[in-house]
């Protein structure tokens, strides 16, 4: 490996990061009570058009509260992707609810909103919205659905911090919404995660959660279980001195995304995210190209091409259907989302961090041009 490898991403620390931080290291504020954290949640859920905003560890954490705090359990089904993280099932599972999987749309890379309805039952409990890669979900109609069978909606915008949908913020949509600030996303705290919502029982049953349940009048008296997903107060300086570059990084997000459309919409042998639909104007939260079939290859050959050429890359979900830890307790493996097996085994992505120069991405789409002649 050359020492000028382009890693997949890199976050840009670039605006008051070390101020703030040291803000907290100068007051003595570097736990979960200092007033970072709570100016972070105010300015974050302002932005995205919430009342109120619970600051977690990481996106994971943000989704296992959401789902518990809706109070998801035994006996119900929440209807989900089969093609995202992790992340997404963890407490679903864990509370002893069944996931229910929808397959993707081939040109969104998004859950298959068509697929919904015919998966609702008696038991459904939960529609989790995911947005995928940069584009949201078409996210009305699954909100009509929601309204007609009495559904709650979790929407997952770890990926679309700064998206919009039909204008209106991405994280405004659901009873719950989730964000990550892992560094690869818009925004980071180095690990972090937000839940918002309008909801004030939600809130604080949320705040309550990530607390493990202390009581304000008997402390160490619980009546429920809950976690410590606390965020510090010196993850949160770091997000708020990111928050105020948010509008700065989708506008290079956006950017970066037409270099590369630009520069490999012609190539015949890949599919390029979709640059805009009726809804929104693609954000890129990283460049996926999804190998067509007659590519006569896969994501794994080319990445390993590209490894050698001194670019780093990601392949693209793995679909939670098929995921090994399932084999044995569930039989989801037998059932077939072609899409998204195809995306997973076709699918990668290039790299995408905000700091990415306009000269590295010409680089990179030369050495991908080079595999392919
Ligand atoms: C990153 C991500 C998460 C998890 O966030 P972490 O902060 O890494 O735990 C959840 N959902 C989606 C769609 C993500 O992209």
Redesign the pocket.
């Known amino acids: 490996m050359n020492n000028r490898f382009i890693p997949v991403n890199t976050p840009l620390l670039s605006g008051n990061e070390k101020k703030y931080i040291n803000e907290c290291i100068d007051t003595g504020w570097i736990s979960s009570e200092g007033p970072f954290v709570e100016r972070f949640e105010a300015d974050l859920s302002r932005i995205v058009n919430r009342k109120y905003g619970v600051a977690v560890s990481?996106?994971?954490?943000a989704?296992d509260i959401a789902v518990e705090a809706l109070g998801i359990g035994k006996g119900d089904e929440v209807i989900l992707p089969t093609f995202?993280?992790i992340?997404?099932i963890h407490q679903i599972i864990r509370s002893g609810a069944t996931p229910v999987f929808v397959d993707s749309e081939p040109i969104t890379w998004n859950m298959d909103i068509s697929q919904i309805e015919d998966k609702i039952t008696k038991r459904t409990k939960a529609i989790m919205v995911?947005?995928?890669y940069g584009l949201p979900v078409d996210i009305d109609p699954v909100l009509k659905l929601a309204r007609k069978y009495k559904l709650k909606i979790i929407e997952?915008a770890?990926?679309m911090i700064g998206q919009t949908y039909k204008g209106k913020p991405c994280g405004s949509y659901g009873d719950v919404s989730?964000f990550?600030?892992?560094p690869n996303?818009h925004i980071t705290t180095g690990?972090?995660?937000m839940v918002v919502t309008n909801n004030n029982e939600l809130a604080k049953k949320c705040q309550s959660l990530r607390n493990l349940c202390f009581q304000k009048k008997q402390r160490f008296v619980h009546k429920e279980l809950g976690w410590n997903y606390r965020m510090t107060n010196l993850q949160a300086a770091l997000g708020l001195a990111q928050l105020e570059q948010l509008d700065k990084f989708v506008e290079k997000k956006r950017k970066m995304g037409k270099f590369y459309t630009d520069s490999l919409k012609e190539m015949k042998q890949i599919q390029v995210p979709l640059e805009e639909t009726s809804y929104a104007k693609n954000i890129y939260w990283v460049f996926g190209i999804v190998l067509k079939n007659n590519a006569k290859n896969n994501a794994k050959k080319i990445m390993g091409q590209l490894q050698e050429l001194g670019i780093g890359t990601r392949p693209f979900f793995y679909p939670l259907h098929l995921q090994p830890y399932f084999k044995n307790k569930f039989a989801f493996y037998r059932d077939s989302y072609p899409v998204s097996e195809n995306m997973s085994q076709m699918g990668f992505y290039l790299p995408s961090g905000l700091n990415l120069s306009s000269l590295q991405i010409e680089n990179i789409c030369n050495h991908l041009k080079s595999i392919f002649i």
Request: glycine content about 14%; aromatic content about 8%.
């Open positions: 990481s996106g994971t954490a989704l995202t993280i992340s997404c995911v947005h995928i997952d770890a990926e989730i990550s600030f892992y996303k690990e972090g995660g």
